[in-house]
């Protein structure tokens, strides 16, 4: 009779069975803010945690941003409705792709990115809306000052990244993060300019 292996359940009589091990708990097998210790990446330990430390901070208030796009998809009204409805979740998963290129980054240099909302909640810099619906100009603003905060760190960082040798993170910071939050942010701020909609001033 084979082995029992830790995915399979050994029943009675050390027969082998199908009952999935439920309930597991262990230790943490890494804390988070810390770093793997070697990894062949040319890169010095304090030079990675000092990275992954701004890079979770980062990916917090996207975390924050991306789901702030999601609250304002769902509860946008008014004229403009289906334009930004259709905007806001283009927005939403442009942010979602960040948050995990942004995490994995964090993964690559042998970090733990954060993850949970209560995490998330407690670390992103951006001011938490109210639950209930918003005009639509205060949802235009609140998305770019979230937008702001972001873009203002993220140039910060990337500068400092390429101080210390981390040329992927700058990349990565400068090609995808920064534009793609400059990009959003033209497009956002365009709808707050006061237009006349049907006869010219």
Do not use: C
């Amino acid at each position: 009779m084979p082995t029992p292996t830790t995915n399979i359940a050994e029943g009675k009589n050390g027969r082998i069975t199908a009952q999935p091990r439920l309930h597991q708990r262990a230790a943490e097998i890494q804390r988070y803010g810390t770093v793997t210790p070697m990894l062949p990446l040319d890169l010095e330990e304090p030079v990675r945690l000092e990275m992954t430390e701004q890079l979770n901070q980062i990916v917090a208030d996207t975390m924050t941003l991306r789901d702030l796009y999601k609250k304002s998809h769902w509860q946008v009204a008014g004229p403009t409705f289906y334009e930004l409805h259709l905007l806001f979740d283009k927005h939403f998963g442009e942010q979602a792709e960040l948050v995990d290129t942004i995490a994995e980054r964090i993964q690559l240099l042998g970090g733990i990115s954060i993850a949970m909302a209560p995490d998330v909640a407690e670390t992103t810099r951006i001011e938490r809306a109210p639950r209930g619906r918003e005009e639509v100009p205060v949802q235009l603003s609140r998305l770019v000052d979230a937008h702001q905060t972001i873009i203002s760190l993220v140039r910060v960082v990337a500068r400092r990244a390429s101080d210390v040798g981390d040329d992927g993170t700058n990349d990565l910071l400068v090609s995808q993060v920064l534009r793609t939050n400059e990009l959003q942010t033209w497009f956002l701020s365009e709808h707050l300019v006061n237009m006349p909609l049907t006869e010219a001033k």
